[in-house]
């Protein structure tokens, strides 16, 4: 066995702090798992509980019952707000 083999199925994790700082309007994705996001009329459509990779634009899967899949676009997202951890969209899906 290689060393390589000695580390099949391990998870690799970076501290937060030593990952390169982002221009304010960027992010990581795994910052917003659990973001909750609102409709324009600021109801809750439930959390992001991941996010999808797509080769056009990436999309938020929101769960609260019956999952959503929203793209995360400038058209559909108005505002990312990391203080309260929120995602508001532009207009109700």
Known sequence: MDKAETLRGLSIAVPFKTLESLPPD????FELIGFEVLDPA???LGHVAKILSHPAVDSLLIENGEPKVIPLSNTIV???DRENRQIILRNTL
Not at 26 to 29: D, I, N, P, T
């Open 26 to 29: 960027s992010f990581y994705h």
């Open 42 to 44: 600021g109801q809750s």
């Open 78 to 80: 108005q505002q990312i």
